[in-house]
């Protein structure tokens, strides 16, 4: 699917900022991130024709100034999810070439699991008639190629960590901070913003759909009767006992690639004890900020002429918001948080309910730190 970019382009083709009606939030300072309504002197004009042509499936590009802190010193942080036709740097590379061969299949998945459509129909058939072997054979014969399809969901997933865990090595290694890194890096900025956008995508049709888990369930049972009654099964070659029992794991997750992303979010950051858990967490709050600020101010917004861009900002914003939450000891609910989770919910609630009731459910069920005493009764009274 092709998205049309509705961000103007702030460096003017330069290469440099704009400092003319194209260039985006200037002189933001904590305060006023957490209250757009103070900002003034935004930029005017509407975005020209040239935005149109761009295509967000590649592109993320937002461009902000954030009045950060550092060190206790205050400077300006510009943040670049870059343009399609960016190329990463020579540093980039070899992680660049990496992740974009797993992103390459993404959209290939997304399609499968749009399709598929389960075996209900002929496993009811086979359970209601046990005796009749023609139809047990044609359930069996429906399933074996589902679970096939559900195997190569499965290994993608592993791809996907993969992938996570060589942007995360790269986006917040020293010397340089996270916000520096995301400047520098706009390469990998924009795969790590793709792939949470696939994940929220993926994980959205898998709750919609209760076959994956009836059809598996149903393979596993039929395979352990076979093995009982000593009849060979065809599948067992290509789904092993093992294989199944992480991929039933897998399934029974209520966001699964969620999970998969937390889990490797959480094992990067034990793993690389020397590295400050901050490089982690402030990479993933600011691009929290900025997908917020861009959806919640006004003048930004009514940039947006194609709701798809309303959908990836809302879904990377909400897969940061998740991973932020998995690695930080307090999490991201607590009030010293670094991301403005009301502003975050409020930014939801405000959409069509239809379009955000998976996000705000991802943040429900998927989040670690939400039920906690350290979360407000507001923003529990918010998720309700």
Known sequence: MTYEADCADARGGTGELSSGPRGLLRNLSPERLRNPSKITQLPSGNPGDDTEAWSLSNTFKVTELIEGQEQNHQHWLKLSFSRRDAQPTESEKEIYNQVNVVLKDAEGILEDLQSYRGAGHEIREAIQHPADEKLQEKAWGAVV???????????????????????????????????????????????????????????????????????????????????????????????????????????????????????????????????????????????????RVMLETPEYRSRFTNEETVSFCLRVMVGVIILYDHVHPVGAFAKTSKIDMKGCIKVLKDQPPNSVEGLLNALRYTTKHLNDETTSKQIRSMLQ
Request: glycine share 2%; with cysteine.
């Open 145 to 291: 190629p589902l679970v096939g399809k559900l195997k190569k969901f499965y290994e993608f997933s592993q791809r996907l960590e993969a992938a996570l865990r060589g942007l995360l090595g790269a986006l917040t290694s020293t010397p340089y901070s996270p916000t520096q890194h995301l400047e520098r890096e706009q390469a990998l900025a924009k795969q790590f913003a793709e792939i949470l956008h696939f994940t929220l995508r993926f994980d959205e049709l898998k709750m919609t759909n209760p076959a994956i888990q009836n059809d598996f369930s149903y393979y596993r049972r039929t395979l352990s009767r076979m093995r009982i009654n000593n009849v060979p099964a065809e599948g067992e070659n290509e789904v092993n006992n093992e294989l199944a029992n992480r991929m039933s794991l897998f399934y029974a997750e209520a966001t699964p690639m969620l999970k998969t992303l937390s889990d490797a979010t959480t094992k990067f950051v034990s793993e690389n004890k020397n590295l400050p858990i901050e490089n982690t967490t402030d990479c993933l709050s600011t691009m929290a900020s900025v997908c």
